[in-house]
């Protein structure tokens, strides 16, 4: 009796492998758009810890001027390229130029939050020694914000940027992970990327310096102390062809950068996870 013809199957959709695809970090920052230039300027402006003043011996009132700051951003450009010949197109599995698209715009995405992490990695007021995450390592740094006069009750402007590590010692902890302390169960349902509480909008990174190691830079900070600048407020995504070279191709690109504005907006929580890390 003669083997059977096996036929194997090719799947046409593709499965993205396990890659970051998104901004998260972007929308923490103070945004700027430029229309034309190679830079923006974020101006910080405020009294200089100006106190009050009384009528001088003379009759006069001694005046202050207001203390002004300028942070340059200039602009790097940012591009995703992609390109597959039209045989390679043709003889290769699934929807290449639909891959390439996606990869595109995934590859410069990850530029983006990775300029943000250069820049909150220059801040230099930190928690100390590495240590696990808990109540201590997060007031330790709520507490020094709010000394320097950082405005903490706004909520909509407190960003934590954390690990996968860091998260996972807060669920030990019981003021994260119990009803009594929080509305939403963190326990329940689906892991969540981004999440209340303690007055802050908490979001996980695996992009951060250190991240799996025993000094994993996260981070407590406001609003107003992270700048991001770029020439538009969406990214510039072309597809085309090149029939002369038989070439499809796909391009992601954004002229932009960001700056630390204010250091003492900004507090590292030095974190030890490397006892809970797989290897």
């Not at 920052?29 to 230039?37: A, D, L, M």
Request: proline share 3%; with cysteine; glycine share 8%.
């Amino acid at each position: 009796m003669a083997d059977p013809t096996y036929v194997t199957q090719y799947r046409t959709e593709q499965i993205a492998t396990f890659e970051q695809r998104y901004s998260i970090l972007r929308d923490c920052c103070v945004r700027e758009t430029i229309v034309k230039g190679n830079s923006a300027v974020f101006q910080v402006s405020g009294s200089g810890s100006a106190v009050a003043v009384e009528r001088g011996s003379n009759g006069q009132i001694p005046y202050y001027t207001t203390d002004n700051t300028q942070n340059t951003v200039t602009l790097v450009e940012a591009h995703a390229p992609f390109e597959r010949t039209g045989f390679n197109i043709f003889s290769t599995q699934g929807d290449m130029k639909a891959v390439m698209h996606t990869e595109a715009i995934a590859t410069l995405n990850r530029h983006i939050d990775q300029k943000i992490i250069d820049q909150l990695d220059t801040g230099s007021i930190t928690t100390g020694t590495a240590a696990t995450a808990g109540m201590d390592i997060v007031g330790k740094a709520e507490v020094y914000l709010g000394n320097q006069n950082i405005p903490i009750d706004e909520e909509d402007n407190m960003f934590c940027v954390v690990t996968p590590a860091f998260r996972w010692y807060l669920l030990q902890t019981t003021e994260f992970a119990s009803g009594d302390y929080v509305d939403t169960k963190p326990l329940n349902g689906p892991v969540r990327k981004i999440w209340r509480w303690a007055g802050k909008n908490w979001l996980l990174h695996t992009g951060l310096t250190g991240a799996g190691g025993s000094s994993e830079n996260c981070f407590m900070f406001h609003r107003r102390a992270m700048g991001h600048a770029a020439n538009s407020k969406e990214m510039d995504v072309r597809v085309g062809y090149d029939d002369k070279q038989d070439v499809s191709w796909a391009r992601a690109s954004l002229w932009h950068n960001a700056k630390l504005l204010q250091n003492t907006g900004i507090v590292q929580m030095v974190h030890d996870g490397s006892a809970i890390v797989a290897s």
